[in-house]
Every structure is written in structure tokens, then in C-alpha cells.
DNA sequence: ATCCAAACCTTTTTT
DNA sequence: AGGTTTGGAT
């Protein structure tokens, strides 16, 4: 956004009148307005519209602008019609930059591009059409991971699976992952199939989607699998679509998995996959054998911002691009138009770690700026404390609170960031956090709203049956489940059934027969009413609403609040179908991004985003890179934790600040950890490393007091562990800087003032000697007294006399 | 059927 | 440590 030549101009319409007129004569005489500004290989990028195209294109490199000035260029040459043009996305947010930024770009008169999508909206869009092929309904529910994990419970319990050694959970991640890679049920090799509940991981995936599909319901995996399926069983369908999709354009297309990847090959008429996991699907059968091979696909992405491998991204996808369209043209976009050199060289510094990519050189013509900054503290709290302070010193010095944004590796970092800035009363927004939709009222509404909409989801049956308390309780649920899975049929088929006969007792079951009768009632008024009033008048006469209003807890008004929330923002959509389809698929709210507020994001959801100060807490081993990241998935694993260190570097325009803490809470309990080897892995160029302001109560002169958290002076004795000597004695290795000034303890003396190490930076543990010996009786600034239990390299064990055992790296004790 | 306590499990990232 | 789910008691 910040790129020197934006576009300004805004209208260039997708038909203009072709013949004659200014209009002609003005392209024929100069270039498109909208291509000036462009450089070369982004232009090129953007006018490559025949044949298979591969944009590789680094961070802050301008991606998002090459794939939209491209569906300008395709429409104002009249190469297809807005509805002609396939662009999808990976995440909704990128969706929705998109169209925002189309929207800029052509005016309003293009409000419709009626195929820029996520995969799975896309996916979903298509399948609602051609339903009853894949033994679906068009009105078919899309179930999140919570319902999938409920309704795999069901199958569990019913096929006696103890849920406690085979949790669903894990289920659901190996079908997930299995959709993924787009295996229907018959395609999963054997012997991955049996891993699961002594051999019979496969025929619960063949149960679970017999089971989806009398509740007419779809998971997030189905959307493409059977979409694939679709294509695949019915060619026409497929056509139909090839036919219509003359151009096709994939964003961050390192992200697809093998489904989106079988999805995209089907409809871009390429010729059969020669595709590892998968051998050659359907011929193309084009009409003309020059159109039939290698359409007009243009796929952007960065093998450098591969993050999502855990979810079945297959990095190969993009590695194999003109193996699997041949002739592909291939454009390397390395100019970054973002960041300050110092980001830039530090950032490419650290992913050239890494050895499987494809190695672009991203190149800068900014300034140095500000380098690069890592600052160690005490634990979270200070952390916390510091960067909370760091705001408030930017703010004052005029910076917007909107250009800053705190990117964390797992969401529960964010909570000391909450914590902070709210008694700090400094704004901030969460993005992706606590999400409005899994609330548990708004699912209950939406519980109600889906069985109406499709009468066979029994996920949102059983939700509801008993809510607001009607009693029909545990008993009653069961006898429905026995009747309906002998006959096959759905919960509230079952429902009415029983309550002809007289297996109820009569109280109960006057009170389902009413639910049913409301719900038919509700039915019909569907036809007649706006969704929004049938919506009021749903949760009005089952009581929903009736329920919070008594309930005298705390929250309740909250709740009511949200549903009226919720009422409000269904507004947005023409029907209830599409109001359901939006919050299945678009599960974030966005929204008050207007006002000047601090962002609080994961590293993932930060993908895309840039801002002029980005902080980066908690750069820790085991935290970043993730020990299960490490754990599972070994070097990829790290590879990829060094990718997303990548990308939050990246994401910077002018400042980028690390942080790492000493001490962490983790699963409750504090331990000590070690700066991540990411930071060994800076070039010291262009870093500099800087103490916690968090408090400057050490000598008892700041504002704070003594605190526990200044032990300021302890970073400093890090760096004479043994880790630090072994760091000098590496020095230069790799190439790396070989002008290193040894760290020298006299910061004692100006406390303030940065210090700056040259040569990689070290404050690891390693496996040598501490100096403390078994038995020895310590103090600890936090912990108090205690005596060492176990000694591990400069980690001490110590059973503290008041606060337990802790490990404890050995700078932070003192022998007493 | 409803309520309360104890176990439990979580904390990677998302459509 | 904290919220959620499970199980038992009323």
C-alpha cells in the first residue's frame, strides 16, 4: 500500500465502448492508465493473459496488485466478462481485500465479480447448485469443527469406541486431513485407515459421510472433495464450468492443498494429473485441442510464506507449477515495496536458513531505517508491560495506533496484551480472536435458524430440543437417536413419527409435538416474511429470548445484546440461506477497523497484512519455533516455524521490535525458557539488541519500585554463560560477521543506552557446567530461598521454600 | 431432570 | 490456572 506509484485513478470500466470514440483512440495511443506505475515485471505479470502463468512474488512485493490490475486488464480488453473470471483466494480477508481494492480500481460499475472467493465459498457456491448429484440437498448445512466432532462422537459411542483412548477429536484430524488431500472413503490407503480404533478408522469415515448426508450436511473438507467428485462423475457439469471460467486466478497459491489443487486442474482443462497422491483423473475433452491444454491460470504465491502445511498445504504445488502446466511462464516479483532495509535484510537473512525454496532475492530501494530491534524481559508480564509502554511512546510521538500491530505465535499470548492495554485504557482489536459466532447464544439461535432451513440437521436438533428447557431431556434425545438411526431417518423425522404413537409419556410429548408444530409453522412463515422478523419471532416464541431475560447472571444482557447483534447483522443478506452460508464459511465479523486501534493477531492471520510497527513477542524456544511444530513435523517443522518468522518480519514497513521472555506460563505453570534459535539467526547488521524499559526499578530509582522483573543485569550475565563463548567462537562461520566487540559488563554503568553485539546473537543454555553445585542454597529474586534439586547444563532445578520447584537458568540465582 | 463438584484438558496456526 | 465436560447426587 505504501508502493510508490499506487494507482489513483478509479475509472476504468470492465465494457467500455469499444468502437471508436476517445476511449479508442486513447488505448491505442498510450497504455492503460492503469498499467502506468507498474514496474516491469509486474506488468509483465499483469499482460501475460494467454496460457499458463506462475507469478512467484516476495513479500510486500506487490501481489495483491498485480492479481487485481490483472482482472482489470483481462475486463477492459475485453477478454471476459466479470462473471467469466475465476479468483480465488485462501482466506476470506484476502477476498475481501480484493474486491475492495477491484472496487477502487473500477468503480463502483463492477460491484460484481460474482467468482472472487475463498475455495471453499466458491466450492460450496457451485455444489449448492448441482446438490442432488452428490446425494445432497441445496439446502445443505455446512458443519463446523464443533458439530463434526459432536456428530463423530455419535458415531464412536455407537460403534462402542471408548472415546477416552480414541479420542474424536484425532478423528476428525485424520478424516480432515484425508479431505484434504482429497481421498473419499474408498481411496484412503488401508493401512492409514486402520491406524485409527484397532483398524477402524476407515469405515468411520465411510459411517460419518453415509451420516452427512441424511443430515443433509456437508463439512468444510466436503465442499471441495465433493466438488471434485462432482466434476469428476459428471463431466458435463465440469464443461459447463470450464466453459464458462475463460480466465482463472489463484492467490498465495503455496497455501493449496492437494483437493484445491485436483479443483483448480479440473477446471483449468489441464491436461490429466500426473499428480504423486493421485493418477490422471478425467481426460480433457475440449472442443478445440489448443483451448483443451494449459487454460489461461495465473497462480500467485510465495514459497517464503508457506504456513500452512499442518492443514495439508502441499508447498510442492507450487514448486511443481510448470511441471504440471506445461509451458508455464514463470515471473519473479522481488522488488519489496514495504519495508526499510534493515527489515528487509534482516528478514531474508533469516528464511536463507532454510533449504527447501525456491530463493528469491528481495531487493529494497528504501532506506536502512530503524534496525531491527530484540529486547529481553523477565517474563510475559514484563513483556507485556514494555511494549505497552513502547505504544504509548509512538503514539506520542504522532504515530497512529493503526499502523501498529502485535503478532503473536499462539493466541493465548494475546490475553497479556488484553490485560495490558486495558488498564492501560490504550484501544486495540483483536483479529480472530474470541469469534462472535461461537458464542454459545448466537449458536443456539443459528441452531434454530438452520433446522428450519433444512429440517434434517440433526446437530442443531439436538441443540435446541431441550433449550429453553421444554422437558424433553436426555431420555427422550435417546429414544429419538434409537428410532432414527434404526430407520435411517433424521432426528426430527423420528420426532414426528413418536409422536403419533404413545411411547412418550404425555407430557413430554406434547411438548415436542408443539416444538414441531412451531417449527412447521415457522416453515411457512419462511415464505412470507423478511428473515430478519421471522428471525425475532423465532427465538421469541420458543422462549430463546424469554430464558436470558430471567436468567439474573452476569452476562445475560451481553447475550441479549449479541442476538440482537446477530438479528441486526442478517440484515446484510437477501435470505436466510445466504445469511447461513456467510457465518459457516466467514466465521470472522470484521467492523470497526475504523477507529485508531492497536492490532492483536496471530503470525497466520497476519499473513497479507502490513503495518509501519510491528511487534513480535515471544520469540522463545518451544513457543516460536513450536515444540510441536518441531515435535511432528522435524526440520519442515522448523522450516515452516522459520517461514511464519518470515512473514512477521515482512509484515513491517518502518519498525520491527522482537521480544523475548525468560520466564513463561505455560498450561498454568511458570518455566523458564530460551531465546529462539531465530534470533542466533539474525545478521547482526542489522539488529540491535536493547534492554527491557519494562521498569527501571533496579537501584530502586524508576517510577515502579524494585521489582523482581528488572534483573536487568541477568541478560547481561547470559551472555557470559558458556552458550555466549561458544557463540564467539563461532563467529564467523557462515559468512556472517566477523567485526564482533565482545560483550562487556560495564552496561552496569549506562543501563539505558543500547547495546549492540555484531556477530550473531547468542543468550542460549547449553550443556556445560553452571558453577552451582547439588545442595547449594540460592535466592532468587522471584522465588525467594530455596536449594538447587538438579542441575542441567546453566538450567538449574530448585526447590524453592515457598514457591515449589521451578527450573531456573542460573543467572537468575545467587548463592547465599 | 437438574444441579453441583471433580476431573480434565487445554494452548498452534484456519476454511 | 482456568474453563469445560463428565459424573454423581439430589
Known amino acids: 500500500m505504501t508502493e510508490p506509484n499506487r494507482l489513483i485513478h478509479t475509472n476504468v470500466s470492465a465494457h467500455q465502448p469499444a468502437a471508436g470514440g476517445i476511449a479508442a483512440r486513447a488505448r491505442a495511443a498510450a497504455a492503460p492508465r492503469y498499467l502506468s506505475g507498474l514496474n516491469p515485471e509486474q506488468r509483465e505479470a499483469v499482460e501475460t493473459l494467454d496460457g499458463p502463468v506462475l507469478v512467484l512474488a516476495g513479500a510486500g512485493t506487490g501481489k495483491t496488485r498485480v492479481l487485481t490490475t490483472r482482472i482489470a486488464h483481462i475486463l477492459s480488453q475485453g477478454r471476459a466478462r466479470p462473471g467469466e473470471i475465476l479468483s480465488v483466494t485462501f482466506t476470506n480477508k484476502a477476498a475481501r481485500e480484493m474486491k475492495h481494492r477491484l472496487g477502487q480500481m473500477l468503480g463502483e460499475a463492477v460491484e460484481g465479480m460474482p467468482w472472487l472467493g475463498t475455495f471453499h465459498s466458491i466450492a460450496g457456491r457451485i455444489l449448492r447448485v448441482h446438490a442432488e448429484l452428490v446425494q445432497l440437498k441445496s439446502n445443505f448445512t455446512i458443519l463446523d469443527v464443533d458439530d463434526q466432532i459432536r456428530l463423530l462422537k455419535q458415531l464412536l459411542q455407537a460403534d462402542n469406541i471408548d472415546d477416552k483412548r480414541w479420542p474424536a477429536r484425532m478423528l476428525a484430524g485424520l478424516i480432515d486431513g484425508w479431505k484434504n488431500r482429497g481421498l473419499t472413503p474408498a481411496q484412503v490407503p488401508s493401512g492409514e485407515a486402520s491406524v485409527f480404533g484397532n483398524g477402524r478408522g476407515g469405515k468411520l469415515y465411510t459411517a460419518y459421510q453415509a451420516r452427512l448426508k441424511i443430515l443433509n450436511a456437508a463439512d468444510f473438507g466436503d465442499l471441495l472433495l465433493e466438488n471434485i467428485r462432482l466434476f ?81 498445504a502441499e508447498v510442492d504445488n507450487i514448486l511443481r507449477f510448470e511441471h504440471d502446466f506445461p509451458g508455464a511462464k514463470v515471473i519473479r516479483l522481488e522488488r519489496n515495496y514495504r519495508s526499510t532495509g534493515h527489515i528487509l535484510a534482516a528478514a531474508s537473512h533469516l528464511i536463507a536458513h532454510n533449504e527447501d525454496r525456491l530463493g528469491k532475492t528481495l531487493r529494497t530501494e528504501d532506506v536502512d531505517g530503524e534496525k531491527v530491534t530484540v529486547t529481553g524481559s523477565w517474563d510475559s508480564e514484563e513483556e507485556a508491560r514494555t511494549i505497552g509502554e513502547e505504544i504509548e511512546q509512538l503514539q506520542r510521538a504522532g504515530e497512529r495506533l493503526n499502523e501498529i500491530a502485535i503478532l503473536v505465535r499462539a493466541s493465548f499470548q494475546m490475553r497479556e496484551f488484553e490485560d495490558r492495554f486495558v488498564t492501560l485504557g490504550l484501544p486495540y482489536r483483536v483479529i480472530g480472536g474470541p469469534r462472535f459466532y461461537e458464542r454459545a447464544e448466537i449458536r443456539d439461535a443459528l441452531a434454530y435458524l438452520r433446522l428450519i432451513n433444512s429440517p434434517a440437521d440433526d446437530l442443531a436438533f439436538e441443540r435446541i430440543v431441550n433449550l429453553p428447557k421444554r422437558g424433553l431431556g436426555d431420555a427422550t434425545v435417546k429414544m429419538l437417536h434409537e428410532i432414527a438411526r434404526k430407520r435411517q431417518i433424521p432426528l426430527s423425522e423420528a420426532a414426528r413419527a413418536v409422536v403419533e404413537t404413545d411411547e412418550m409419556k404425555p407430557k413430554a410429548r406434547g411438548s415436542l409435538r408443539a416444538l414441531l408444530e412451531s417449527f412447521d409453522r415457522w416453515r411457512v412463515q419462511r415464505e412470507s416474511m423478511r428473515h430478519t422478523e421471522l428471525a425475532e419471532i423465532v427465538l421469541d416464541e420458543s422462549g430463546y429470548t424469554e430464558m436470558w431475560q430471567k436468567d439474573r447472571s452476569a452476562d445475560a444482557a451481553g447475550r441479549l445484546e449479541n442476538l440482537k447483534e446477530l438479528i441486526r447483522s442478517m440484515d446484510e443478506f437477501e435470505n436466510l440461506q445466504g445469511f447461513l452460508e456467510h457465518i459457516s464459511l466467514v466465521m470472522d465479523r470484521d467492523g470497526g477497523a475504523d477507529e485508531d486501534a492497536v492490532s492483536v493477531m496471530t503470525l497466520h492471520s497476519a499473513k497479507g497484512l502490513e503495518f509501519d510497527t510491528v511487534f513480535l513477542p515471544g520469540w522463545e524456544e518451544g513457543l516460536f519455533p513450536h515444540q510441536r511444530a518441531l515435535d511432528e513435523q522435524g526440520r519442515s517443522g522448523l522450516e515452516e516455524e522459520r517461514r511464519l518468522a518470515h512473514v512477521g518480519l515482512t509484515r513491517a514497513r518502518r519498525r520491527a521490535k522482537l521480544y523475548f521472555a525468560t520466564n513463561r506460563r505455560i498450561h498454568g505453570s511458570w518455566s523458564t525458557t530460551i531465546p529462539s534459535r531465530f534470533l542466533d539467526e539474525l545478521p547482526a547488521d542489522n539488529v540491535e539488541i536493547t534492554e527491557s524499559k519494562g521498569g527501571s526499578g533496579w537501584g530502586g530509582t524508576g517510577g515502579y519500585g524494585p521489582s523482581r522483573f528488572d534483573n536487568i543485569d541477568s541478560f547481561g550475565s547470559s551472555y557470559a554463560t558458556p552458550g555466549w563463548q561458544r557463540a564467539q567462537a563461532n563467529r564467523g562461520r557462515g559468512g556472517f560477521n566477523e567485526a564482533g566487540t565482545p560483550y562487556n559488563a560495564s552496561r552496569s554503568t549506562s543501563k539505558r543506552a543500547p547495546v549492540i553485539i555484531e556477530g550473531e546473537l547468542i543468550a542460549r543454555s547449553t550443556g556445560s557446567d553452571s558453577g552451582f553445585s547439588l545442595g547449594d542454597r540460592v535466592f532468587h529474586q522471584k522465588f525467594g530461598y530455596g536449594k538447587v534439586a538438579r542441575i542441567d547444563g546453566n538450567k538449574l532445578t530448585i526447590t524453592f521454600e515457598k514457591a515449589g520447584e521451578k527450573k531456573v537458568v542460573d543467572s537468575f540465582v545467587e548463592r547465599v
Open 232 to 312: 469428476r462423475e459428471h463431466p458435463d457439469v465440469l464443461r459447463q464450468y470450464q466453459n464458462r471460467f475463460k480466465f482463472i486466478l489463484v492467490d498465495e497459491y503455496q497455501d493449496t492443498n492437494v483437493a484445491q489443487y485436483l479443483w483448480l486442474r479440473l477446471l483449468s482443462q489441464a491436461p490429466p494429473s500426473s499428480h504423486a497422491l493421485f493418477p490422471a483423473p478425467v481426460a480433457a475433452e475440449g472442443p478445440d485441442p489448443r483451448t483443451a491444454r494449459s487454460r489461461n491460470i495465473c497462480c500467485v504465491g510465495d514459497d517464503d510464506q508457506s504456513i500452512y502445511g499442518w492443514r495439508g
